[in-house]
């Protein structure tokens, strides 16, 4: 198993650039979020999803779309890049097998937005 | 509003030392606290509780929830210059999935 890929590793952007970030798992996980980490600021949850299908917003999610059609993917859209959306994006799955949820991370995304 | 707050925010410690890091949490419909360690990566899962009282243990490393003053403690005994890590904590609830996470603690161990 991959567990939980991200791409790419870095990027840089200009102000008002689109671009998505990629996230994928192949673990079978029902559950996807995405997060921002700012120094800090801990991690917080832009979006989430819950399945396929089904995407709820978290704590900072402007200027930023998700989707989810498949179980595997789980696409972060950044729609008019800002200098404040310069972070480190993390991906993470969960599953509630067996009332688990330990949630496993991607190796996340540095953005800078100049 | 739900949160998760985690004390102290930094620390810094002489190889040997024991340590004591605290999260304390509000979370609506709480369902489990959850421990990781992060590097200059992605967090790595340390512990996940969800019962008062019972010590979860590995290694040098172990936690303990208390349920009842919405709190939780990891413990790292005698310290090592690889446990120098940003220390985070994680509330879940149930039904949402959703995790809220605190600050962080970054423990710096010196040689």
């Known amino acids: 198993n991959a567990g939980v890929t991200q791409t790419p590793k870095f990027q840089v952007l200009k102000t008002g650039q689109s671009m998505t970030l990629q996230c994928a798992q192949d673990m079978n996980h029902e559950y996807m979020s995405w997060y921002r980490q700012d120094p800090g600021m801990g991690l917080r949850l832009i979006h989430y999803s819950v399945g396929a299908g089904i995407t709820d917003q978290g704590e900072v999610p402007n200027g930023y779309n998700v989707s989810r059609s498949t179980t595997e993917d789980f696409p972060l859209r950044l729609l008019s890049a800002a200098p404040s959306q310069t972070s480190v994006y993390f991906c993470?799955?969960?599953?509630?097998?067996?009332?688990?949820?330990?949630?496993?991370f991607g190796p996340g995304t540095r953005l800078t937005v100049t | 509003e739900d949160k998760v707050v985690q004390s102290p925010l930094s620390l810094v410690v002489h190889e040997g030392d024991t340590v004591t890091l605290n999260c304390s949490y509000e979370?609506?419909?709480?369902?489990?606290l959850l421990w990781y360690k992060q590097e200059k990566k992605a967090p790595t899962f340390l512990f996940m509780l969800t019962s008062s009282g019972i010590e979860k243990k590995s290694g040098r490393l172990s936690s303990i929830l208390d349920k009842k003053e919405l709190f939780s403690i990891l413990n790292i005994t005698a310290t090592q210059t690889g446990d120098s890590a940003v220390y985070l904590c994680?509330?879940?609830?149930?039904?949402?999935?959703?995790?809220?996470f605190g600050t962080g603690t970054r423990l710096k161990v010196l040689a």
């Open positions: 993470a799955s969960s599953w509630s097998g067996g009332g688990a949820y330990e949630q496993y």
């Open positions: 994680a509330g879940t609830t149930s039904g949402t999935y959703k995790y809220i």
């Open positions: 979370v609506t419909n709480f369902r489990s």
